[in-house]
């Protein structure tokens, strides 16, 4: 996400207010694919990342670290701003989803 932001200058929330989850979800896979090509690199995505094969299948080329939690653990852990800057998050429904 960082790396999005960055080049477009806009936060994660801004892109999928004027643009929408799916070109967020383009833009994101480029980018992974972009960074796949480096050796010896750490890689953080967000959650949606792992839900595109395209992104899996980029994703090979390394060792993939799945932090799992229950949907209440994950829940509790994001608050105040970090809530704020997932917009899937922002409105009750989707919280409702997570949980």
Same mark, same amino acid.
């Given at each position: 996400?960082?790396?999005?932001?960055?080049? =477009? *200058? @806009?936060?994660v &929330?801004?892109?999928?207010?004027?643009?929408? +989850?799916?070109i967020? $979800?383009?833009i994101e896979?480029?980018?992974l694919q972009?960074? &796949?090509?480096? @050796? $010896?690199s750490?890689?953080?995505? *967000? *959650?949606?990342?792992?839900?595109s094969?395209e /992104?899996?299948g980029?994703?090979?080329?390394?060792?993939?670290i799945?932090l /799992? *939690?229950? %949907?209440e653990?994950l @829940?509790?852990?994001i608050?105040?701003?970090?809530? !704020? /800057?997932? %917009?899937l =998050?922002?409105?009750? +429904?989707? !919280?409702a989803e997570?949980?």
């Open positions: 996400d960082d790396v999005i932001e960055k080049s =477009l *200058g @806009a936060s &929330s801004q892109i999928f207010e004027e643009n929408g +989850e799916a967020f $979800r383009d896979t480029k980018v972009e960074l &796949s090509q480096y @050796a $010896r750490v890689i953080s995505t *967000g *959650g949606g990342a792992v839900l094969r /992104n899996w980029n994703m090979r080329h390394g060792i993939v799945w /799992n *939690g229950t %949907p653990t @829940a509790a852990r608050q105040g701003q970090e809530k !704020e /800057n997932r %917009p =998050l922002k409105e009750e +429904e989707g !919280e997570l949980v």
